[in-house]
Structures are given as C-alpha cells and as structure tokens.
C-alpha cells in the first residue's frame, strides 16, 4: 500500500485526489457510494503488478477531492468532465475502465459521451439501462418500491445526512458493507438508517483498519457529496435526452454478485439473460454471476475479480 502515490490534480474547476500505482497501459477505477479510491486498493497492488498503470481518484464530492456546494454540480457530465481532465492531465489518450455501483453508472456515462477515450469496459453490480424517454428514474424506483426506497429517501437534501449524523460514522460504515440481504433496501423515516441493524462480526474481507479509514474521510467531508450523485438522477435523465437509444459498443465485461440488491431488482436478471442487456450493449462479451456475493464485491472478492479484470483487458 505504502508504494501507492497520491496525487492532487486540477480538472474541471475542482481539485481531484487521485491514487495510482504501476507503469503500462491505464486501467480507471471508479468507486461507487459509500466508498473511495481504497475500495480499489487490492485491485491497483494486482494490476499494477502485470504490467499496468493503475488508477483509482476519490471521485467529485469523496475523500480528498473537492466537494462543489450546489447539487446541480454532481451530473454525469460534470463527473465524466473531471475524469477527462484527469486523463489529458496524465497524457493518457484511452483507458481501460472499471467501475461499481456509482462507479458502474459513471463508466456507463462516460462510454456513452466518450467512447475514444475507452479501450474496454469492465463493469460491477450495475446494468446498463437504455434511457426510458417515458418515465424519469425517481419516478421508477417510487413506482417500483415505494417512498421508503432508500434512493427515493436520499433524495431531500439534508434528510439522509441528519439521519446519518445519529450514530458514529465507524458504526455506519459497518451497517453499509455489512448487507448481505438482497431485498430492496426500503427504510422507514421513523427507523432510519441509524436504527439498521448492526453488524454484529466484521467480515474477513473488511479489516477495523479499513473501516477506520472510510470513516475518517466521511467524518471529515460529509456525506452530501455522494448522496448529491442520487439527487442528480433526474437531472442526468433530462440532460442526457440526446443519446435516447444509444448503445454502447465497445468491448465489455459485466460481473455481478448473485446476492447484490441491483441484481433482485424486478427484471434485472430477466434483462441480462434474455438478451435486453446485449441488445442495450453490443459490445458485452462475457457476464459473470458470482454465487453468494453481495454488493460491495470488487472488496469482497477482491483477488477474482482482480483476475476477471485481467484476463479481459490482457487480450485486448
């Protein structure tokens, strides 16, 4: 770990930390909510070590990079600005791209509104779905699962940060990653997430070292930058009008656990095995269901899926 460099680098109007590691072609790591560069961490020793440049920001709003104020600075386009510059920064012309959760959509983003600039795609726990001109994604989940949804409860600003500020950050971290259910996190008002059940043993793949250190970096910033990348949902289905019905074509790879809640949303597993998602991706070339995963499984199965990304990139 010690052999990972930090840097800070000006992109977009903000101040973006980036960790990196290795020399060779550059894989981008993006992480998702809530989480930072260090979700990455095992992945950046892996690759790196076989010949790669690997790197891994705290996206806008995380960690050690800036957090703009207003709500409306945490679109699609503002995050795939600031990874652009990044790369123009690096002299880097084309990446290989990973992403999870947060992570995942913004890799989809930037395929979309930049496919230069990608070599290939390796995407975690969340599917591509070809924008519906009908209906805006609030209104889905709402429609879907009720006001209880825990996206739909982000939502309000200041809701979800007073409700997280009840409890020690450490402790919240735990409830986060500690998930295994796959049922639709739905979070009554009164309850909270602060009345979540707690995380009574740590799993092996997370350390008090690890916890320790998300929530340092979230007692220090605040959750607002991330939750802000949910009240942008709408907001991107609006601005993003343009590509209704675009595809992505470049080559992909999609992993997913068998026990992440994104992969028990109604007809997601449909829509994977029964041709929408090659249909929406021409480019997929290989799904991998890991069986008795959940969410966070780029941490969880961190050598697999460290593995899966090498042997995709390496032919390529």
């Known amino acids: 770990m010690e052999k990972i460099k930090h840097t800070t680098v000006a992109t977009n109007g903000i101040n973006m930390h980036v960790a990196s590691i290795g020399t060779g072609p550059a894989v981008l790591f993006l992480h998702g909510f809530p989480e930072l560069w260090y979700s990455w961490r095992k992945q950046l020793l892996y690759l790196s070590s076989r010949g790669y440049r690997a790197i891994a920001p705290d996206l806008r709003g995380y960690g050690d990079t800036d957090a703009p104020p207003s709500i409306t600075s945490y679109t699609a386009l503002h995050v795939v600005g600031d990874l652009i510059g990044l790369l123009d920064e690096f002299g880097i012309e084309q990446v290989f791209l990973v992403g999870h959760d947060w992570g995942a959509s913004i890799a989809w983003y930037f395929c979309l509104l ?43 600003p200041g809701v979800a940060e007073e409700d997280f500020a009840q409890i020690d950050t450490a402790r919240l971290i735990k409830k986060f990653f500690g998930g295994r259910s796959p049922k639709p996190p739905c979070v009554p008002k009164e ?49 993003l009008a343009p590509w209704t019905g675009a595809q992505i074509k470049i080559p992909v790879k999609f992993m997913v656990g068998d026990l992440d809640i994104t992969y028990h949303i109604p007809g997601i597993r449909e829509y994977i095995q029964n041709g929408g998602f090659k249909k929406d991706v021409p480019g997929l070339q290989e ?21 899966h990304i090498y042997d995709f990139i390496k032919q390529l």
């Open 191 to 239: 309850i909270g997430f602060r009345g979540l059940p707690d995380l009574r043993t740590l799993p092996s793949w997370l350390s008090e070292e690890d916890v320790n250190y998300y929530a340092s970096k979230f007692s220090q910033k605040g959750f607002t930058g991330g939750l802000n990348y949910y009240r942008c949902l709408d907001l991107n289905w609006e601005l």
């Open 287 to 307: 799904v991998i269901v890991m069986e008795g995963v959940a969410h966070f499984i780029n941490q969880e199965k961190a050598d697999e899926v460290s593995s």
């Open 114 to 156: 930049r496919p230069d600039r990608v070599k290939a795609l390796v995407n975690l726990s969340v599917v591509f779905r070809s924008r519906n001109p009908a209906t805006k994604p609030v209104d889905q989940y709402r429609a879907l699962f009720g006001d209880d949804y825990y996206i739909c409860r982000f939502q309000e």
